[in-house]
């Protein structure tokens, strides 16, 4: 099957740290290596370092926090004050529900 139907607008997507699915772009949370060398949520989606995506399921969260992923992935330390926030803006946390 091709997929040339698909776009109107074409969406950017990434893979999933956690279960390498693709998703749009938009609807990942992007993580990556922080000012003080933490992993850091990059909020903006625009920060130019290398970043790593997650989708907002928790066992994606889960599993990529104990891989080890995201840290080795963006070249960061991941503390636990760096883990919960990724982990409140992959669960959305205070946002919309
Ligand atoms: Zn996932």
Redesign the pocket.
């Given at each position: 099957m091709n997929r040339q139907s698909v776009s109107e607008r074409r969406i950017p997507e990434r893979r999933?740290?956690?279960?390498?699915?693709r998703?749009p772009k938009s609807s990942l949370v992007r993580i990556v290596c922080g000012a003080d060398g933490t992993a850091a949520v990059d909020s903006s989606m625009k920060a130019q370092s290398r970043g790593v995506y997650?989708?907002r399921?928790e066992?994606?969260l889960a599993r990529a926090l104990k891989s080890g992923r995201i840290a080795s992935s963006v070249g960061a330390r991941l503390d636990e004050s760096s883990a919960e926030l990724i982990k409140q803006a992959v669960l959305g946390t205070g946002d919309a529900k």
């Open positions: 999933c740290a956690g279960c390498g699915e998703f997650l989708c399921n066992k994606c």
